[in-house]
Nanobody, 132 residues
Framework: QLQLVQSGGGLVQSGGSLRLSCTAS????????VGWFRQVPGKEREGVSC????????NYAGFVEGRFTASRDNAKNTVFLQMDSLKPVDTATYYC?????????????????????????WGGGTLVTVSS
């Protein structure tokens, strides 16, 4: 079964840090661009970050630039999102998603509105709650 398994969410105080993990099962993640998206109930899903299949290219939404860092360990079939200096407005369910790198690279468009349509596989989401 092809799936992305997420972990690492939770409750943290404003200014704190969390690291999300996204591990592929049933396929090799090193052929995929991975995106991170988040959603708050009642609002559209928004792109947060993406990382290329090699890890050499990353992109970030302006509202997380300088605070979040995407990385990957292809030997472990896992991608990470390190979230620092968290703010209450970062509270959301975070999803990782993967798209074949030969079809979808990590570009600004990948995490812009509609970019999630290119993603083939999705994690189940993990809730991040930042208290003030």
């Amino acid at each position: 079964q092809l799936q992305l398994v997420q972990s690492g969410g939770g409750l943290v105080q404003s200014g704190g840090s969390l690291r999300l993990s996204c591990t592929a099962s049933g396929f090799a993640l090193d052929s995929y661009t991975v995106g991170w998206f988040r959603q708050v109930p009642g609002k559209e899903r928004e792109g947060v970050s993406c990382i290329s299949s090699t890890g050499l290219t990353t992109n970030y939404a302006g509202f997380v630039e300088g605070r979040f860092t995407a990385s990957r360990d292809n030997a472990k079939n896992t991608v990470f999102l390190q979230m620092d200096s968290l703010k209450p407005v970062d509270t959301a369910t975070y999803y990782c998603a993967a798209a074949l790198a030969r079809r979808t690279g990590c570009r600004a468009a990948t995490i812009s509105r509609g970019g999630d349509n290119a993603m083939a596989y999705w994690g189940g989401g993990t809730l991040v709650t930042v208290s003030s």
